[in-house]
């Protein structure tokens, strides 16, 4: 288990690497939820090209709660999934207008009751609409954390609880945003760079890649 100052150093290293935002840190909590529920699965350049037409269709979450699911699955017929999303959209904003008086709650229990709203999606609209700490582990975070040599885990949701306690509090809400950036273009999930990689000598992957 590494010491927190060694933790520490790798997020404010790679916190300066990767300076950029998430595609779906949307301006709105509205836009980060369902943006990020659209997400799942599918690429984020898929989910900015649909979400902008979705919402030009339907701009009020009372137009997407009054829609029918087929008229909403339109814009998304490009996405993988699109009828489930569809479905969550209606269902999402039907219930933020029933139960939420037409606000994106901002408690992980209220979330991850919505359609469509896993642990993940909720903790990245903690972190990313509300600045609430949150740790969203997907897949990038769950293999960098391993790779690293921080936890020793098997699925998303013991490394979330491992990364959790491990992390300080104050940094938890950078954790998706730089290690999703570092997963895309450095520790690749095939092949990782690691002959370019900035926290190499703090990381214990037995398997690194050599300089080709
Ligand atoms: S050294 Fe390689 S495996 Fe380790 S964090 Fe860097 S890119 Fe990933």
């Known amino acids: 288990m590494p010491k927190t100052a060694a933790v ?17 840190e949307l ?26 037409k979705l919402r030009a269709k339907f701009p009020k979450l009372s137009d997407l ?18 009828r489930a999303k569809a479905r969550a959209m209606k269902g999402i904003a ?9 606000k994106v709650t901002r408690t992980r229990e209220e979330l991850t009751a919505l359609p469509g709203v896993g642990r993940k999606t909720a903790n990245c609209v903690l972190c990313y609409a509300f600045q609430v700490p949150a740790i969203a ?3 990038h975070v769950h293999r960098i954390a391993n790779r690293l040599g921080w936890v020793r885990t ?5 490394t979330e609880t491992a990364l959790v306690r491990l992390i300080p509090a104050e ?7 730089v ?3 570092f997963g895309r273009k450095v520790c690749l999930p095939r092949r990782p760079r690691c002959w370019t990689c900035p926290v190499a000598r703090a990381c214990a992957f037995p398997d690194k890649t050599p300089k080709p």
């Open 27 to 52: 301006d709105r909590p509205e836009d980060v939820l369902l943006a990020t529920v659209l997400s799942a699965r599918t690429r984020d350049e898929q989910v900015l090209k649909v979400y902008p």
């Open 154 to 158: 098997r699925t998303v949701e013991e």
């Open 65 to 82: 709660a009054a829609a029918k699911a087929s008229d909403i699955e339109k814009p998304l017929s490009e996405i993988g999934l699109f």
């Open 8 to 24: 520490r150093k790798v997020i404010e290293t790679l916190k300066r690497e990767f300076p950029g935002k998430g595609a779906v």
């Open 137 to 139: 582990v997907d897949t």
């Open 179 to 181: 290690f999703v950036q």
């Open 171 to 177: 940094l938890h809400l950078h954790v998706n945003r």
């Open 94 to 102: 039907a219930l933020l207008l029933s139960r939420h008086g037409g």
